[in-house]
């Protein structure tokens, strides 16, 4: 079965650590992204790579790295230094210019 | 400044009626445009596109028109089902952009018995 995976479902964290939020997918796109929603938003882009070893930031990647050290794999990271990050992530892939496929999501809650 | 606008937050629709669900772009060089659903707690799930060479594109109970000269396109759902209920995304593109996404802020959808 071909898609994008995200795990955990729901996270859990204590302010001041670091967290990574994994994204897998098997539909060999080239590029995967990651968003943030926020309640009554749209999606925010974070940071997205259009192939290995290489990304670029988004609209708001304060407080966020990301890894492409595989083709499938696009791991983000919410550091420390991000001020609010209790949010809903959601990875995507697409080939290059084609339409975004969504994993399920990951709600992140940080107290 | 948001260059997607989705200007209604939510949408009530009876069951079995028309669907219209509106989205303004200021960018001129958006060339690409899609439509996604989102049930809570979920990702969005892609439904249909429209490229800018086109002012209609049809798929099913969905179809999507593009005004280009009003920078305007809107989804028509018909008829209506209860499944329709949910969040839909207009989202648009730019080559030059290298198809970078640039999303309004939904309109939920709520389909009544």
């Known amino acids: 079965d071909g898609g994008i995976t995200q795990s955990p479902k729901y996270l859990f964290r204590k302010e001041g650590q670091n967290v990574t939020l994994s994204c897998e997918q098997n539909?060999?796109?080239?590029?995967m992204y990651w968003y943030r929603q926020d309640p009554g938003q749209g999606l925010r882009l974070i940071y997205y790579?259009?192939?290995?070893?290489?990304?670029q930031k988004g609209d708001i990647a304060e407080g966020y790295s990301v890894s492409r050290e595989k083709k499938e794999s696009f791991p983000l990271t919410v550091t420390s230094a991000q001020k609010n990050p209790t949010a809903f992530y959601l990875c995507?892939?697409?080939?290059?210019?084609?339409?975004?496929?969504f994993g399920p999501g990951t709600r992140l809650t940080v107290t | 400044d948001q260059q997607v606008k989705q200007n209604s937050p939510s949408l009530s629709v009876q069951e079995g009626r028309i669907s219209i669900l509106n989205c303004d772009y200021t960018?001129?060089?958006?060339?690409?445009f899609l439509w996604y659903k989102k049930y809570p707690a979920e990702g969005p799930t892609f439904l249909i596109s429209?490229?800018?060479i086109k002012d209609k594109n049809e798929d099913g109970r969905f179809t999507v028109f593009l005004n280009k000269s009003a920078k305007h396109l809107s989804l028509h759902i018909v008829p209506s089902q209860p499944g329709d209920s949910a969040v839909y995304f207009c989202?648009?593109?730019?080559?030059?952009?290298?198809?970078?996404?640039?999303w309004g802020a939904g309109t939920k959808l709520i389909i009544k018995p």
């Open positions: 960018n001129s060089m958006f060339d690409y």
């Open positions: 539909l060999n796109h080239d590029a």
């Open positions: 989202a648009a593109s730019a080559r030059d952009s290298n198809y970078q996404l640039i």
């Open positions: 790579s259009q192939i290995v070893n290489d990304f």
């Open positions: 995507a892939s697409s080939y290059q210019s084609g339409e975004q496929y």
């Open positions: 429209i490229s800018s």
